[in-house]
Structure formats: structure tokens, C-alpha cells
């Protein structure tokens, strides 16, 4: 199923349009008041949130062809420790990360601790009975999920998706073998 949300590929067109979104994220135009919360942020409120997956997202895309991405857990002592630093500096501290994985263990507790989540409880359930009454159209899944997210939680699940094209796309090109590992 993940398969059918992401594909396979993805192309340099959407590449660029996912950056060209990530820059358009402002503050209303703002100056920013004080540094960004990454961890328990509503980015609905501070969109800067954003921004801060966007960086480490692509950050993370470098390693996309890496074995267990997404699968494998990075240090929980150190991953806490980076949390702590992210929420001081405002940002992931990117040249302390270190491990891909470490990086993936940052951006599912940012996931983790968005204020009602990326898609709320009850977005859930929908998505499951869409899914129990035997759908596997990726559009519809979409069109249920659209009117229910804020332009920036759908702007998360955009990059989000598209990384995870590029993740599937290059576990394509390791052969599935390597996959299965």
C-alpha cells in the first residue's frame, strides 16, 4: 500500500517544486519573534516547524539508498540529546547528527509531538474504514485526507510523501533482496 501512496519514482520537476513550496513557508511575513519550537510545535502557528522537517528531510534524502532507513532505530540516548540542541538552536543541529538513522529518530518525534498530530484520531479511523471497504486508489485516500489538513500539515505530508518516492525508488534500485534486510 505505501507503495501506491509514494510510486516509485520521482522526478527532478517535483524535486524543485518541493523546494520552491519549502521556501515559500513565511511568518505572515514576519520577522521571527523568537526561535523556533521545534518539538511540540504547531505549525499551523509558527510555520518555521516546516522549514525545520524540510532541512532535515533533506538532509535525510543523501542517505535514501541507506539499508533499514526508516526501519532501524537510531541512539535514544543521543536522539535526546539532539532534541535538547534542537529546541535551544531552533533548528535540527544538522553537523551533529551524525546517522541517518539518528536523523530519522529527530523527524518521528517531531511527527510525534505536533499538536493533534499530522492527521488527527479521527482522520485515522476514516482512513482505516476507507481502507477495510477494499479501496487501493491512492487519489482517494488523498481526497478524503485533503479537506481535513491545514495547507501546512498537507505541505508536511507532501514532503513527507516525496521522500518516501525517493526511499522506494532507490530500495528499487538495490534490488529487493537488500530491502527484505
Same mark, same amino acid.
Not at 92 to 104: A, K, R, S, T
Given at each position: 500500500m505505501l507503495r501506491s501512496l509514494v510510486g516509485s519514482e520521482m522526478c527532478i520537476r517535483d524535486r524543485v517544486a518541493a523546494k520552491k513550496a519549502a521556501a515559500k513557508v513565511t511568518n505572515g511575513g514576519k520577522p521571527p519573534a523568537s526561535k523556533c519550537k521545534v518539538f511540540k510545535g504547531d505549525v499551523d502557528k509558527d510555520p518555521r516547524v516546516l522549514e525545520v522537517l524540510q532541512q532535515g528531510i533533506d538532509w535525510l534524502d543523501q542517505y535514501a539508498g541507506e539499508e533499514g532507513l526508516w526501519r532501524q532505530a537510531g541512539q535514544k540516548t543521543y536522539i535526546a540529546e539532539?532534541?535538547?540542541?534542537?529546541?535551544?538552536?531552533?533548528?535540527?543541529? =544538522?553537523?551533529?547528527?551524525?546517522?541517518?538513522?539518528?536523523?530519522?529518530? =529527530?523527524?518521528?518525534?517531531?511527527?510525534?509531538?505536533?499538536?493533534?498530530?499530522?492527521?488527527d484520531a479521527a482522520m485515522v479511523i476514516k482512513l482505516v474504514e476507507h481502507f477495510e471497504k477494499g479501496e487501493t486508489e491512492p487519489s482517494s485516500y488523498l481526497a478524503l485526507m485533503r479537506p481535513a489538513l491545514s495547507p501546512n500539515k498537507r505541505r508536511m505530508l507532501v514532503s513527507l510523501t516525496r521522500h518516501w518516492q525517493r526511499v522506494v525508488a532507490e530500495a528499487n534500485r538495490m534490488g529487493m533482496p537488500a530491502v527484505a534486510t
Open positions: 539532539l532534541m535538547d540542541k534542537s529546541q535551544k538552536l531552533g533548528r535540527f543541529p =544538522l553537523e551533529q547528527v551524525g546517522d541517518c538513522h539518528n536523523m530519522v529518530g =529527530l523527524i518521528v518525534n517531531l511527527l510525534r509531538d505536533l499538536p493533534g498530530g499530522l492527521v
